[in-house]
């Protein structure tokens, strides 16, 4: 339930999808999810350095750490199941 919580806060899926190619400076997170404050960005980027699915990059920045990567690959049939699903919404 721990990793639910975390996931259904706000932007928290966005900043992970938006750290799948690789690691992003703050000000490149925040004009990808347009609509986020610093503070908030500032909290969640907290949160999941916090939950070790996150952390600061080498060159800068912050990036997804193997555990975030093996999130996202474990997020991919859910990601896959919701395509189909929308799909036969419209």
Do not use: H, K
Request: proline share 2%.
């Amino acid at each position: 339930m721990v990793l639910f919580d975390l996931l259904g806060r706000r932007w928290t899926l966005r900043l992970l999808w938006e750290l799948r190619g690789g690691a992003e400076s703050f000000r490149a997170l925040q004009s990808r999810c347009d609509g986020m404050s610093p503070s908030v960005l500032n909290q969640r980027l907290a949160e999941l350095r916090e939950a070790r699915v996150v952390d600061r990059a080498e060159a800068g920045g912050y990036e997804l750490t193997a555990e975030g990567e093996e999130l996202l690959r474990a997020l991919a049939p859910l990601s896959r199941w919701a395509a189909r699903w929308g799909a036969r919404s419209r």
